[in-house]
Nanobody, 124 residues
Framework: QVQLVESGGGLVQAGGSLRLSCAAS????????MGWFRQAPGKERDFVAA????????YYADSVRGRFTISRDNAKNTVYLQMNSLRPEGTAVYYC?????????????????WGQGTQVTVSS
């Protein structure tokens, strides 16, 4: 069982930056691939970024590539999402998720555990 707790969300102006954190419980964090997803009001939850268990492989949605960076610190059981040049369309609840796999995956159905989400609001 893995419990995930996101933090770092908030209100930011367009063009600004935020850094999301996701703290995981348990001693097996290093065995899990991790992902970030987001759900805007009235829309489905979408993939944002993913990272392999070792941190050696990362994937990004086209809409965030070059602006967002996913990283992890296995010693701290934490995964991060650095978000730069934020846009109003980035307003959403951001969720982190863990997959019992070493391989990064963009498919949310491959993830086994989810956090409760953190709200990010980008004003224009």
């Amino acid at each position: 069982q893995v419990q995930l707790v996101e933090s770092g969300g908030g209100l930011v102006q367009a063009g600004g930056s935020l850094r999301l954190s996701c703290a995981a419980s348990g001693r097996t964090f290093r065995r899990y691939a991790m992902g970030w997803f987001r759900q805007a009001p009235g829309k489905e939850r979408d993939f944002v970024a993913a990272i392999s268990s070792s941190g050696g492989t990362t994937y990004y949605a086209d809409s965030v590539r070059g602006r967002f960076t996913i990283s992890r610190d296995n010693a701290k059981n934490t995964v991060y999402l650095q978000m730069n040049s934020l846009r109003p369309e980035g307003t959403a609840v951001y969720y982190c998720a863990a997959a019992a796999s070493e391989v990064a995956n963009i498919d949310q159905h491959e993830y086994d555990y989810w956090g409760q989400g953190t709200q990010v609001t980008v004003s224009s």
